[in-house]
């Protein structure tokens, strides 16, 4: 056993974010993406129904859990930067604020929160359930990117700013044209991998009667008592549609570097 080798094992919340250093043609990722979508074509080519039937009824499903992502992904990146920006603040009402925001979302189960939302506005006004979920999904999400921001812009060196300053920029000018940027080289692979994250859990929405992938898969298993077959072809899908949003984080992350 040769000992000299280090390795190094990394582990994340959702799909692993394929390295871009990963050029062979064996790869885990390729691997997996090719046996899931042989499976799908074996399972759909040798029993039709009821598994083609599932592809047929959950496309409308895909497309709510695409929007449910998106919308919660982009709302949450501008309460992360936000966030972020309040826990580095000098200030230290609005640094106490933040720091709150993130201790108090972090500690309560996501499941949690998606009810707790959607009743305690519902008992002052009718929340359709797609905007609370969006809602509840942007307000956890938002706590865990703004660690994330934090933690990028505290990577810079504080030289940095201190260069910025004496050309004549102000603090703000500074933050977002000078310190952000570069942080955004750090700040990057974990928001990827929060965007995985945050599309896995979009299924919890479907308790709040959201007709996401996973909701409109309990449907069809309830109309035909087909569970295995259907729970079957959701992960699969749920794979697939991880494992290609993964490539397309590792595809960006590598674009933001093209210096190194």
């Known amino acids: 056993m040769n000992r000299d080798k280090e390795i190094k094992i990394d582990v994340t919340d959702g799909a692993a974010i394929p390295s871009p250093k990963d050029k062979g043609l064996v790869t885990a990722w390729r691997i997996t993406l090719i046996g899931a979508l042989l499976t799908i074509i074996l399972l759909v ?42 826990r580095i603040a000098r200030n230290r009402f609005v640094n106490l604020i933040a720091s709150i925001y993130v201790e108090v979302i972090r500690g309560i189960p996501l499941l949690v929160q998606l009810f707790y939302i959607y009743y305690a506005l519902g008992s ?9 979920a969006v809602l509840a999904m942007t307000i956890c999400y938002g706590a865990y990117m703004g660690e994330v921001f934090r933690a990028g812009i505290e990577s810079i060196d504080h030289g940095q700013t201190e260069a910025a300053r004496s050309l004549g920029f102000n603090r703000t000018q500074t933050m977002f044209y000078v310190i952000i940027p570069q942080a955004m080289r750090t700040i990057l692979p974990p928001v990827g991998n929060e965007f995985i994250a945050l599309l896995k859990d979009t299924s919890l929405v479907s308790i709040l009667a959201v007709a996401d992938l996973l ?23 749920y794979l697939l549609i991880t494992l290609i949003l993964s490539k397309m984080v590792s595809i960006m992350e590598e674009k933001m570097k093209p210096y190194e």
Request: glycine letters at 6%.
């Open 215 to 237: 909701r409109r898969g309990r449907e069809f298993a309830t109309e035909t008592f087909a569970y295995f077959e259907t729970y079957t072809m959701i992960a699969l899908i």
């Open 124 to 132: 002052f006004v009718q929340v359709p359930p797609f905007l609370a």
């Open 45 to 86: 080519a040798f029993k039709p129904d009821p598994y083609l039937r599932i592809l047929k009824f959950v496309p409308d499903g895909i497309l709510v859990t695409f929007e449910v992502t998106f919308l919660s992904i982009a709302l949450s990146l501008i309460v992360g930067l936000l966030t972020g920006l309040g």
